[in-house]
């Protein structure tokens, strides 16, 4: 049974404070840190690109979850390794070359997340899930943060997972949008082992990091 990890989304953090606020996540239990990149191309919102990512990236010893929602994504790939990307999540209908876009991030020695938007099928992923490191189950449409968790996404996960058992592969099945305490404990049923989570993170109980990060581990 793999480690539940949260991976909070420093989307919903002080973007005026945002060193700080990694600091503070990764002294509050964080497992990892959960990067949203957007462009305002492939979703309607613009945050944060690699050189922000490299400068963050000090004050920081735990792994960065960047989530890229870019296209074209291929020729960025690099940059955000060199930044300090330490899990690179695509989107596939942000490449034209699913297949090259995965061998390129393992190439850079990254892991490699695939990322589905609620109405994308796994269908699309299902020849890849045994080169790459998670599967990125969106449970909001991209774009922002604080929207409402979409619970037919959740089949997807319970797919995933049988899938997983049966051809006895080690991905990550991490879930993304709208993760709180009422769905927290359903999504980890279905299957999910890492969650994403902004706003209940860092907004719930008076913005108690440390208590809302436990408080979504525990099953
Ligand atoms: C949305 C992002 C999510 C989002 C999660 O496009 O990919 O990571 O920031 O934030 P909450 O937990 O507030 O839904
Ligand atoms: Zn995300």
Do not use: C, W
């Not at 589905?116 to 189950?137: A, H, M, R």
């Not at 990091?209 to 408080?215: D, P, Q, S, V």
């Amino acid at each position: 049974m793999k480690k539940i990890q949260i991976s909070p989304s420093i989307l919903s953090a002080d973007f005026s404070q945002l060193g700080n606020e990694i600091k503070r996540l990764e002294k509050s239990g964080a497992d990892m840190i959960h990067v949203d990149v957007m462009d305002g191309h492939f979703v309607p919102n613009l945050t944060i690109g690699p050189p922000v990512i490299k400068a963050l990236k000090k004050h920081s010893s735990i792994l960065f979850d960047v989530h890229l929602m870019i296209s074209p994504v291929h020729e960025y790939i690099e940059a955000y390794s060199n930044a300090g990307a330490d899990i690179i999540t695509i989107h596939p209908e942000a490449t034209k070359d699913l297949k090259s876009s995965i061998l390129k991030i393992k190439e850079l020695k990254k892991k490699v997340g695939i990322s589905l938007n609620p109405e994308t099928k796994i269908d699309v992923i299902l020849n890849f899930l045994d080169q790459i490191d998670l599967v990125l189950i969106m449970s909001v449409n991209p774009g922002f943060g604080g929207q409402k968790f979409m619970p037919e996404v959740l089949i997807k996960i319970k797919e995933l997972k049988k899938i997983q058992k049966e051809k006895k592969l080690n991905f990550d099945i991490e879930i993304d949008g709208g993760i709180n305490f009422e769905n927290s404990k359903t999504a980890i049923e279905a299957g999910a082992n890492i969650l994403v989570s902004g706003t209940t993170v860092f907004k719930s109980n008076n913005g108690d990091i440390k208590k809302n990060i436990e408080l979504l581990k525990s099953k």
